[in-house]
């Protein structure tokens, strides 16, 4: 998989030949403007929860592209109502897709739409094919159901947690949610874009190393391969 960070919660992730964009919100973002939302591929939207600071691009990406939105059924509803197509989950069910296979997980976190429409509860993903496998946490609390997910789910290659502390968990819980889910290998987000969530990124990585993990701070529009 090749992994694209957009800046805050938002990535793009080529999985198993398709295009999978994740939480976007892009154009708001004073640090990710060299990045532009016409240009960024897509197949599918998956949207974790309702809040602005993820959902700022759905529209304007699948107008652009014509992806549909994965997320909650409350979620979907809203988006299908502007007319984005959609394929709605609830809270432990997953489906197969084009890419492989997706389960929706809890997340512990609140989620409005951003006209104020309840946004469903919150999740987040794993997704999964033969040879590889990604947790994208969404904004979320660290929780003991994340146990729940190496029992359930194919061995993580890459997980992508919160990180900036206040309106997520922070770094040091976001390293025991690592043991949790049993992946060393993490890629921070949602932390540096407004003043609450601003983190000491040497002081985050050393904390991971010390554990023998390994915690990766993308640049905003640097791509991974993994
Ligand atoms: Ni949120
Ligand atoms: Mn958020």
Redesign the pocket.
């Known amino acids: 998989m090749k992994i694209t960070y957009l800046g805050h919660a938002s990535f793009a992730i080529e999985f198993n030949g398709k295009n999978l964009v994740l939480d976007p919100f892009i154009s708001p973002n004073e640090l990710a403007q060299n990045i532009k939302v016409s240009d960024i591929p897509a197949d599918y939207i998956l949207v974790s929860?309702g809040?602005m600071?993820?959902v700022a691009d759905v529209e304007a990406i699948a107008q652009n592209t014509g992806a549909g939105v994965i997320s909650n059924y409350e979620i979907v509803s809203w988006f299908g109502e502007k007319g984005i197509s959609g394929h709605p989950l609830n809270l432990g069910g997953g489906c197969e897709f084009e890419f492989g296979s997706l389960k929706y997980v809890n997340a512990v976190?609140?989620?409005v739409l951003p006209d104020g429409t309840y946004g469903g509860n919150?999740g987040g993903f794993v997704v999964w094919s033969d040879s590889q496998a990604f947790y994208f946490a969404g904004?979320t609390a660290l929780h003991m159901d994340m146990k729940l997910i190496p029992m359930t789910c194919p061995k993580l290659d890459v997980a992508i947690l919160p990180i900036g502390d206040n309106?997520t968990m922070g770094y040091q819980d976001a390293l025991l949610a690592s043991n949790f889910i049993e992946c060393d290998r993490i890629i921070g987000c949602h932390y540096d874009t407004f003043g609450y969530i601003e983190i000491d990124h040497a002081a985050a990585k050393k904390a991971f190393a010390e554990k023998g993990k390994e915690l990766i701070l993308m640049d905003i529009g640097a791509t991974i391969e993994i």
């Open positions: 929860h809040h600071d993820h976190h609140s989620s919150p904004d309106f």
